[in-house]
């Protein structure tokens, strides 16, 4: 027990410096070498400057860092609910009852081979470019990876697990609940995972092409002004708060599946 | 005694899915086991054991026969006839309690009867203490220690273990097959048995079905009254190990 607590804070440590090693060498290059001309590729320092300044003020953009990340999640919240919740009964039952699939996937598997991002011309066009528009988006990427995982994470449910319930005397209805579901478990939240990469692809995106406010909003009119340090505040918001969300979701994981190393 | 499940007659071909090509693997096996009893199928190689074992649970159909259990034709699986996989097949989201007590649940025994009937099967087995253990935590011994306290929890008319003890190390094996016996003598149960080695038959017998090789019938029914516990040594283990060994290969 003792032994696994000291790697976790080697590792811990690693982390650390890792991250303290790539702020120094992007240091080196943007203040002390400068291999870039005119402010291209600010310091570490500078973007701190101005992730407090932006956070406080709305030039330019029309908004706050805060009003921007507000503007992106709920957008990605939406979509992302949405496409969970239509996503998770759709790959079940597809998973579970033979004519649903039959019926389902030859649609399906067409219209996943089309990116969530080749959407947005043609919602932008039916939509206009508002939180409906843009929650839809989002929902088309996520509802694909939600169906996709969920459907081979129950497909690949061991067939003596079932049996053994069976044995049991358990219900089709209940296999599903009480051994292909669990089974399947760790592969609805890779999916829970993915598709949440999904989402933040799909909205900076969308915000890209059409939108009035928003992160990625945010960084094409940082962009258009020239302001490569708000274009690099605008990147890291959005990984960290994809790291969050992320870490968030590896909670709710590890209370839900039990059993494992 | 009574006849508790009888096999008549099983058949089982396989064919692939294009019907191109086909494999006999059981063919005409007919024999029956009394209530009670702890009946071993030894048989050499890979052939038809399982498949044969299957059919009784009723999880697979034979090509022609049927087994019978209490004058009942099986037609699918069920709580009476509880199985032990040879890979065990615990559910690792469920600690070992809960995979004893999830026949109960599925049944919808109340809270209290199922705490008290699982932990007395945990007892029986020896793994007081490890109740709240994922199945990552045990070692290959207790985890078919929990399959075993599972299927007894169903209470079925009639055991089907399905090469046990075949993943354990020699040690744990013998020590299981101990653990069987004891556990079986503190509550009767009928067992069929299968297994690919013959010192196992020997050791936990009341009858051997010899089985031969692909595909595979009944070659000969062996009752072994060796009073318990048996010596691995002893001349006459010694000498039926000899018999059914030269059974088995003469016919290969």
Redesign the interface.
Known sequence: MKKIKVNKNKYTVIMVVNIMVVIFIWYLLSDVFKVFRNGMLPGPVDIVKTFIYKLTNTAPGGNTLGGHIAASMIVVVTGYIIGVGVGLPVGILMAWYKPIDYLVRPVFDFLRCIPGLAWIPVITVWLGIDLKAKAMIIFISVFVGIVVNVYSGIKQT?E??I????????SRW?VLK??AL??A?PYIFTGLKVSLGMAWLGIIAAELLAAQSGLGYMIMVARNFGRADLVIVGMLTIGLIGAFLTWIIELIEKKF????? | MSKILEINNISKTFTNDDATNSKEVLTNVTFSVEENEMVVVFGPGQCGKTTLLNII?G?EKPTTGDVKINCKEVT????D???V?Q?I?L?????AYQNVE??M???NFDKAERAKEAMKYLDLVGLNGFEQS???KLSGGMKQRVGIARAYC?KPDVMLMDEPFGALDAQTRYLMQDELLRISNTEKRTVVFITNNIEEALYVADRIIVMTDCPSTVMEEVIIDMPHPRERTDQKFLQLRKEISAMVNRRR
Do not use: C, H
Request: aromatic share 14%.
């Open positions: 061991d003596v697990k049996w053994v319930a069976q044995i049991f005397g358990a209940e009480r051994v669990p089974s478990l599946v039990k059993g494992r190393r | 649970a999880l699918a699986p069920g709580p006839r509880a199985v996989f890979n097949m559910f690792p989201w469920l600690t999830y026949s649940k599925i049944r994922y199945p990552v169903t």
